[in-house]
Every structure is written in C-alpha cells, then in structure tokens.
C-alpha cells in the first residue's frame, strides 16, 4: 500500500513550505497540486475570493464543512484576527489527520479546531460543544447534497445571526443546484454568485455568498 494523495500534499508542504509561514503553505500546496497532481482544494483562484469576502466579514466565529487537507482552513485561519476561531469539520478520519498537521505546520493550531464526524449528526451539537452563540461565517465545502439540509439545520439550530455570510464553494462543478434555487429564492438570504474556475483548471465554477438576514 503505497501514500495517499494527501499524505503526497503534507510530503510537499514539508518539502516545499516554511513552518509557521501559511502563505508559503498555500502556495506549496497550490504549486503541488496544479503541476503534480490535482485535489480538491478551493485552490488558488477561487482562494483570492474566499480572501476578499473574509476580509469583509472579519468573523469572530467562522465554521467550515468540508476540511480535506485543510488547505483552505489555512487560507481562513491566517486571516482572522486575534481571539477569533475556525471550526472545520471533515467527515474522513485520515483527511482530518493530514488536515492536522498542515494546519500544525502552517503555525494557526491555536485558531483551529478541526471536528471529526458527520455534518448532520454535529450541526445540532455544535451551541452546547464550544459554547458558542452563532457563526459569523459559514465556508460551505463537503458532500453537495449536503448544502440544503446544513443550511437549514444551522438555521433551525440558531447558529445564524442576521448579517451571517455564507459562502459556498463548487455551486457549478461539480455542481450544488437545489442549494442555489434554496439561497435564491429564499427572502431570508441576499445572494450573490462569483463567477471562477475549478481549482487547478480552465472548468467553470464559482461561490455563491449568502447574507442571513434573520
Ligand atoms: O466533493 C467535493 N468535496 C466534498 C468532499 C468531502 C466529503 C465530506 C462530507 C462531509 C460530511 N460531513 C462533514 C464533513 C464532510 S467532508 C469536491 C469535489 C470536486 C470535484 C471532484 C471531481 C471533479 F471532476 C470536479 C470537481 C471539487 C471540489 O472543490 C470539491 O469540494
Ligand atoms: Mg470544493
């Protein structure tokens, strides 16, 4: 039994970054994973997004389902300001492990708390785990199908606040059409699509930003 493919990408971060460095983090597994082999990280063209809605929203509390390498669970961490927190959530015990180290080696331990389980099963559990109120932002990655029923179970569970954005990633490749016919025509939500590129690609894709409005 040979390496996974992430187990490859920590290799290259080892190899190719600068410990407690994330910029130089990210870019190793962008180097890696556009030249090498692909993987499905937001990647870099659809990251210089997810940077600029970051910097807008400035969480406190940001959620992510969907962690993989965690390599966007760097590009979020190392744009929050101090005392605020990212919780990630990955349903792959082995991506959470690599996810670790990388988060580790990108020096951002202390902002990220890395969830090992099921969307459904800890959406529910989340107020009463971390004590917390509500998410200021939410960075929607994992099982497509999954988007709709996570939207309204953060809703149900009150864990969204007027003004929460959501952001979610793949809403064209592979693609999440329910989610955008929920957040679009839903008059709780402001939406607002940014036209992009698969990670790594020429594919169209793209995120979709959704304002709660309570
Ligand atoms: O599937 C994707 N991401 C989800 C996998 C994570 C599964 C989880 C479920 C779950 C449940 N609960 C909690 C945590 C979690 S994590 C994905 C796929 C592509 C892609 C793949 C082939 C292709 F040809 C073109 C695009 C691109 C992307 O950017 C992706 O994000
Ligand atoms: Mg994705």
Request: net charge neutral.
């Amino acid at each position: 039994t040979g390496s996974s493919r992430p187990q490859r990408i920590l290799k290259a971060v080892q190899k190719n970054a600068t410990k407690g460095d994330p910029q130089s983090v990210i870019s190793a597994i962008d180097y890696y994973c556009r030249h090498k082999e692909w993987a499905m990280n937001v990647g870099d063209d659809k990251g210089l997004i997810l940077d600029s809605v970051l910097t807008e929203v400035n969480p406190s509390m940001a959620l992510e389902l969907g962690t993989y390498c965690g390599y966007s669970s760097v590009r979020i961490a190392r744009l929050l300001s101090p005392n605020s927190k990212l919780i990630t959530v990955e349903f792959n015990p082995a991506f959470a492990a690599i996810a670790r180290q990388i988060i580790a080696y990108a020096g951002l331990q202390d902002k990220v708390t890395i969830v090992e389980g099921a969307s459904g099963d800890l959406i529910p559990k989340m107020k009463e785990r971390f004590g917390l109120k509500s998410f200021d932002f939410v960075f929607l990655d994992h099982w497509k199908d999954r988007y709709v029923p996570d939207t309204k179970l953060l809703e149900d569970c009150g864990l969204l606040r007027k003004g929460t954005v959501l952001l979610a990633d793949n809403v064209i490749c592979p693609g999440a059409p329910e989610y955008l016919k929920y957040v679009r025509n839903n008059p709780r939500y402001e939406s607002r699509y940014y036209p992009s590129v698969l990670e790594y690609t020429k594919a169209e894709d793209g995120l979709e930003k959704s304002v709660f409005l309570g």
